[in-house]
């Protein structure tokens, strides 16, 4: 990396979405962790709907950024931020709104499988249960575990161990166990990084099928996979977001010289 | 054999590596294999040691639980009549005659004034003799039976066919087995072969269950505190080292502690409660230490999982945190408890009884525990004694044991694979 990057860039925004489009904004973040700033400035919208990929090499902030829509962030005690997170006419910041019932609103699906080791069907009614659900649980958990393109693999077993299952199937369980929640956000962070190419293919198409109902905000390492499951891309740089648009626009033709040379494989 | 090769300069190939199977090679091959055996050995040198004094403990104890006794069905029961005036010379004279003793050779008895002193009283019920053929002789007065002698397994093995034709008419040769199904419905008796455990048994009980009560809540919260809710800072990094230090405090300690503070201030008397939690105070570092370990083990992951999925911090420690270090907590709790079982030290300062004849039935009855009673039978003169103390340590091995499988069982049962 060559090129140092102003703070005070300006991102570099092609067919920036409609303030109506937006699921989520975040208008100018900065993230500290103790004195180390993390995110400078990002301005960002969501569209609903849609697949968004944050793409950029290790350390450039977009995990952080990812954690920073459902206030993960806010149980690393050193965390300090400014600016907001719009999200229904709502700053997820302000003093008055509770992170859990943030997260109830924004799922979460995690680089590395994460499923509790209980049952599948215990794995996926673990979220209605702690919101107090009290609608049929069966029926939640086959809907839910569908949607996540599970259900016929484990309709037999539901009472087996979420670890019994291979490294995507849980991971499409997870999935399960973060829709069945009913979230209108799904943030995945790096969600096929542990999986083989098959299991990789799954969670691709899974992406593909529930955008039509959830906002998705992915981070990946993968530009092929931005490539594929996006419908817009932004591209971070040492906390920075260098540039955001429609995928196609972004891979074929980038503004900023650093997006052109991250996607080019020059770095990262 | 050094083979040089095109290219290479002579004095590379001759550096003293050489070939791999010179004799310089073999011999520092043999050199570092004697090293590797002689560190191989010693690490197993300890545990060898381990093993084989484990194995001479059971083996000791195991055999001093058994005894081969001479037994007389109580029919002459005239030496029961010592326990009244022993020493006088018309109930030895009786005794002398009950044991089929001639007058001459009674007579010839009380002349020697150097056999007369052979007679020693032991207690009130009981008498010994010292004979020129035997090592001696017991009469031991008991509800049952007459015991004329108690010889120990090996020996008493070994002089078998002596001892058969010693047996004098109605008498008889058997193993006494001291540790029994009786050993445990007997209460602490001053007679050998009337002492049990019952109450020692019971009480040890009464004081664990209390114990577990008292100590599993205050140490798993405290450790949940510890772990899931203290800030970082100074103050909590001090309580850490103190809690440290606490589980090496002498055990004598605690009790001193818990004798001024619930015997004597809080006026709770020499009780079952005082005992309780005076050893609670002792293991809650310990389970404390154990349990934040464990919950310290369940992964990181498992907790974000939680919280992403809007799970309070409650909701997680209690349905994702706890469940998943529940073996560990167990475990830790249930070696503690197996440590609290065997001391001995802060339960005499607090006021564990050595003679208890009744078990506890509430939490402020006096009481005495298994170690407790083993220590009062070591400690008793009469070598019979050492019989019932064996069987009182196969007791408290025993329990133990049946903790340590228990913790052993938690531990597989509920083992998670991350």
């Known amino acids: ?268 | 054999m050094s083979v040089s090769r095109p290219g290479k300069s002579s004095s590379i190939a001759q550096t003293p590596a050489g070939s791999i199977t010179s004799p310089q090679a073999q011999a520092r091959i043999r050199r570092r294999q004697q090293v590797n055996r002689l560190f191989a050995f010693l690490t197993f040198t300890p545990v060898f040691l381990a093993l084989s004094l484990l194995t001479v403990l059971f083996f000791d104890v195991l055999t001093d639980s058994v005894s081969w006794q001479i037994v007389e069905p109580r029919n002459s029961g005239q030496s029961f009549a010592l326990s009244q005036a022993f020493g006088s010379r018309a109930v030895i004279r009786l005794e002398l005659l009950a044991q089929g003793k001639t007058s001459e050779e009674i007579e010839a008895f009380f002349a020697d004034a150097e056999a007369l002193r052979k007679f020693k009283a032991r207690n009130r019920v009981e008498l010994m003799w010292y004979t020129a053929d035997g090592p001696f002789r017991w009469i031991v007065s008991n509800s049952r039976d007459k015991r004329i002698s108690d010889i120990g397994l090996f020996e008493g093995w070994g002089q078998r066919q002596e001892l058969l034709a010693s047996l004098k008419e109605g008498q008889s040769l058997y193993l006494n087995p001291w540790f029994d199904f009786s050993f445990f419905t007997k209460n602490a008796s001053r007679t050998p072969i009337m002492a049990g455990l019952s109450s020692a048994f019971f009480g040890t009980l009464w004081v664990i269950g209390l114990v577990i009560l008292i100590s599993l809540p205050l140490g798993v919260g405290g450790a949940l505190y510890l772990e899931e809710y203290a800030p970082d800072n100074r103050w909590t990094r001090l309580l850490e080292v103190n809690l440290r230090n606490l589980a090496g405090v002498p055990s004598i300690v605690y009790g001193i502690l818990g004798l001024s503070v619930f015997v004597r201030l809080l006026n709770i008397g020499p009780t079952v409660l005082a005992a309780a939690a005076t050893l609670s105070l002792l293991i809650l570092p310990v389970i404390v230490m154990a349990s934040r370990e464990a919950i310290r083990a369940v992964p990181t992951s498992l907790r974000l999982a939680s919280y992403g999925l809007g799970a309070t911090k409650w909701q997680t420690v209690s349905k994702v945190v706890l469940p998943n270090a529940v073996s560990g907590i167990v475990t830790g709790v249930i070696l503690a408890v197996a440590r609290a079982i065997g001391e001995t030290a802060p339960l005499l300062l607090v006021g564990a009884a050595a003679f208890v004849p009744y078990s506890p039935n509430s939490p402020l009855s006096k009481y005495t525990v298994l170690p407790i009673q083993i220590y009062s039978w070591v400690s008793e003169n009469d070598a019979e004694f050492k019989h019932v103390a064996s069987a009182g340590i196969i007791v408290l091995l025993i329990v133990l044991l049946v903790l340590y499988g228990f913790a052993f069982v938690i531990r597989r049962r509920f083992r998670r694979n991350w």
């Open chain 1, 1 to 268: 990396m060559t090129q140092t990057l102003a703070k005070d860039h300006q991102t570099i925004r092609t067919q920036a979405v409609a303030a109506e489009q937006a699921a989520i904004g975040l208008a100018d973040f900065n993230l500290w962790y103790e004195d180390f700033q993390a995110l400078h400035n990002v301005s960002l919208s969501f569209p609903k709907y849609q697949v968004t990929a944050l793409i950029g090499a290790s350390g450039c902030g977009k995990s952080t950024l990812l954690r920073s829509i459902n206030r993960m962030n806010d149980l690393v005690p050193t965390v300090r931020v400014s600016g907001g997170v719009h999200y229904e006419g709502v700053d997820l910041y302000d003093p008055t709104v509770d992170p859990v019932e943030v997260r109830r609103r924004i799922g979460m699906v995690f680089q590395k499988p994460n499923p509790f080791p209980k049952s599948i069907y215990d794995n996926v009614a673990f979220g209605p249960r702690i919101k107090g659900y009290k609608g049929d649980m069966d029926a939640l958990v086959e809907k839910s575990l569908r949607s996540a393109a599970l259900w016929d693999e484990v309709k037999d077993k539901l009472k087996q161990s979420g670890l019994s299952l291979s490294g995507g199937q849980q991971q499409r369980l997870c999935i399960a166990r973060a829709m069945a929640t009913d979230p209108d956000v799904i943030l995945m962070d790096e969600p096929t990084s542990a999986l083989d190419p098959i299991a990789t293919d799954r969670i691709e198409q899974l992406i593909n099928e529930i955008k039509d109902n959830y906002t998705v905000i992915i981070v990946t390492h993968n530009m092929q996979q931005a490539g594929r499951v996006s419908d817009r891309t932004a591209f971070m740089h040492l906390g920075v977001l260098v540039e955001e648009g429609p995928t196609d626009q972004i891979f074929t033709n980038p503004k900023h010289q650093m997006t052109e040379r991250y996607i080019s494989g020059h770095f990262g």
